[in-house]
């Protein structure tokens, strides 16, 4: 999501020092609210796929009728757009409302990792993804450099693995699941650098408190699907799947 379009406040005239301590707060409690929405949508994902992978009945509710299934897909599809574009219409506790619903369906299909991969290998990569996203969305916080031009390349690189994917459904090709996990992967990795600028240019535009919380709620979101994408990309690549 696209920050810098939104407008920049007027020039402050008064006491310079208290207006450098209210920046440097309101930048502070940005960057808090983002990065613990992440978190609590993590954990909501996590306890959600936990609950549902440990009952045979949910199992079977969420996964044995196709049309719970897609219904689940249509959804997070539909917030996801949804979400942003209505996002000025709706009231900041309605938007974190929507992105925990939208965690917790997450979550929910997320189950059958448990049943796929052994938990060993899924605890193994989940380490290995925080400590490169938090990796990357350090160098994305520090960096000098812009990355807009980079995003927008990211971003074309991902509508193409989106195809590939669709594609390789009809054709099962494990030479191909490899090349697109591999590329997924790299393009996640740079996308949470990029996120993670973007979410700082925010944090400094000084904007509305309620635009800014909203924008926070959708900066957690963004980071915490590059956090998930990167997870399952990873997942794929080191395999370890049960018999």
Known sequence: MDYKNQPTPPPYYGNQMNHGNSFVIQFNSVMRKVYVRMFVGLLISAFCALGVASSPAALSFFFGN??????????????????????????????????????????????????????????????ITAGTFGAMSVYGYFTKSDLSRMGSYLMMGLFGVIILSVVNIFFHSSAMEWIISIVGVALFIGLTAWDTQQVRRLAQAGLDPAMTDKLATMGAMNLYLDFINLFLFLLRIFGGRNN
Do not use: D, E, H
């Open 66 to 127: 196709r049309l719970v299934y897609f219904g689940m897909l249509i959804a997070m599809f539909a917030m996801a757009i949804m979400i942003p574009v209505r996002m000025n219409k709706m009231s900041q506790t309605a938007v974190l409302a929507l992105f925990c619903v939208y965690s917790a369906i997450m979550g929910a299909w997320l189950a059958p990792i448990f049943l796929v991969y052994r938990l060993g290998t899924i605890v193994s990569t989940l380490f």
